[in-house]
């Protein structure tokens, strides 16, 4: 066990439709990290935050945005999902926005129908 | 952007042997790290490698920071049934985008009795 949590587990949804998932990171971390994990893209970092400022960007659509709020738990957006939107998004957490040891939680598998 | 190829995409082992696995980067990388990822579950940081030349060992497993500081090595001896999973090698640059983890395709391993 990590120390980061990620709800929901899994999420099933239309294409169209706009989700939220949600991350809660180690007790003591600063910084959260969002990743996509899809079989043909492998782990693709999309988003950082820290202490509830955005610090980087990666390969995150328009579609999708998120946010860090004070007690620093983290959500990830993502509206007018299509099919390709379907995959494993991970949350990771560091101490500090320029930790290079990230720590992944369990995941949210997202499926769009 | 930064590319990272990891080797072999696939292993099929002998419960007992050694493995070897292997990433290369197009550019340079101040820091790599080793990560295992088990179906439906979170990747876990195995190894983390900070300098060229750098050997690191955790209990079976043991990493090496590469001398042109574009590669790195993973080696698991005597492998046992649950190293099976995939393994994953991620890079870290010194600036810009290139201070995110990049992420190899990764090498799933399958450990047979």
């Known amino acids: 066990d990590s120390g980061v949590t990620q709800t929901p587990k899994h999420l099933i949804t239309a294409t169209g439709q706009r989700v939220t998932l949600r991350c809660s990171p180690r007790?003591?971390?600063?910084?959260v990290y969002w990743y996509q994990q899809s079989l043909d893209q492998g782990l693709q970092f999309l988003i950082q935050y820290y202490n509830g400022e955005e610090r980087a960007k990666g390969n995150i659509l328009e579609r999708f945005s998120a946010q860090q709020f004070p007690d620093l738990h983290s959500e990830l957006n993502l509206s007018s999902l299509e099919l390709g939107d379907s995959a494993l998004y991970f949350c990771?957490?560091?101490?500090?926005?320029?930790?290079?040891?990230?720590?992944f939680g369990p995941g949210t598998r997202l499926t769009v129908l | 952007g930064q590319q990272l190829n990891q080797s072999p995409q696939s292993m099929f082992i002998q419960e007992g042997e050694d493995v070897s696995m292997n990433c290369t980067s197009s550019?340079?990388?101040?820091?790599w790290l080793w990560y295992k990822q088990d179906p439906g579950e979170g990747p876990v940081l195995l190894i983390a490698l900070y300098k060229a030349g750098e050997l690191t060992s955790n209990g079976r497993l043991t990493a090496q920071f590469g001398i042109t500081r574009k590669d790195s090595f993973l080696n698991i001896s005597a492998s046992i049934p649950s190293d099976v999973g995939i393994y994953f090698c991620a890079g870290r640059g010194s600036s810009g985008s290139a201070r995110q983890l990049t992420f190899g395709s990764g090498t799933q391993l399958t450990v047979l009795p």
């Open positions: 550019s340079i990388f101040n820091t």
């Open positions: 990771a957490s560091s101490v500090t926005g320029t930790d290079y040891e990230q720590f």
């Open positions: 007790s003591g971390d600063l910084s």
